[in-house]
């Protein structure tokens, strides 16, 4: 699969509405590589576990060179790669596009492209859209998950809000919407009406797969879950030690295992 073209295509066919892409997010090439071994054909990178990891903030335009540095890191691993790019890392059109490009020239299929912003406001829309333009015409082919965070900063009349800006955002050659804290009784509506894939954000405790497939999700992302849960276990191994109590953990891989993940990479 070393042509762009099939990669891009591949990646554009496990969007199918109603049978949803599980798509894990990463924050390393430790957790990539032992990802794709798993065999999922699709990973996605967490914005706030890659910041994290570089001991940055996220979502204020720390890590343009982390993700991309990452980005190159993970350009061999057997699986099609999506990365998070939060806003663009900046606010001219053009620049965001030159940004993908060089991501593309790494083998990335896919972006996720925020309209959050700092200061907890939506960015215009039609700015966005922009955005969503100028990538579009830089790398036709690659897949532009387009995000608002309608709910996430709770603004107005969120489904309204949602509603005008998928429109928009499919205007300008989008080629997902991801709607993170959508409530699920409003996932339905968005999947029937957005006119593109539906992305929701995998929540614990709530739809399973096939329940989202039936609401006609396309695509559910782990978002930042993974790379929590990993720093959570951490903790609770490292407080369960420490006060003499058994840890109660899943079997963990061993160091063979963690060691054959970067050879892997590295033939």
Do not use: C, K
Request: hydrophobic fraction near 50%.
């Amino acid at each position: 699969m070393d042509s762009p073209t099939i990669r891009y295509r591949a990646f554009r066919d496990l969007h199918r509405p109603g049978d949803p892409l599980l798509l894990p997010n990463a924050w390393d090439h430790a957790s990539a590589a032992a990802l794709a071994g798993r065999g999922h054909p699709a990973i996605g990178t967490t914005s706030l576990g890659v910041a994290a990891a570089a001991g940055r903030p996220d979502a204020v335009r720390a890590t343009r060179a982390e993700t991309l540095e990452l980005a190159y890191r993970l350009r061999d691993l057997p699986a099609l790669l999506t990365v998070d790019i939060e806003d663009g890392f900046h606010d001219d059109p053009a620049e965001v596009a030159r940004y993908v490009g060089e991501l593309a020239a790494l083998g990335v299929v896919g972006v996720n492209l925020e309209d959050g912003r700092p200061d907890g406001r939506l960015a215009p829309a039609e700015h966005v859209a922009a955005t969503i333009a100028a990538v579009r015409a830089a790398v036709p082919g690659m897949f532009v998950n387009a995000r608002t965070d309608a709910w996430w900063l709770g603004v107005p009349s969120p489904l309204d809000e949602a509603r005008r800006r998928a429109a928009l955002f499919r205007a300008a050659g989008a080629d997902g919407l991801f709607v993170p804290g959508a409530p699920g009784d409003l996932v339905g509506v968005l999947a029937a009406e957005a006119g593109l894939p539906l992305n929701v954000l995998y929540r614990p405790g709530g739809p399973d797969l096939a329940a989202l497939g039936r609401l006609g999700v396309a695509r559910v992302s782990t978002g930042s879950l993974l790379f929590r849960a990993a720093l959570g276990a951490a903790l609770h191994l490292a407080d369960a030690i420490g006060a003499g109590r058994d840890a109660g953990l899943p079997v963990l891989p061993g160091y063979e295992e963690v060691q054959a993940l970067v050879r892997a990479s590295a033939t």
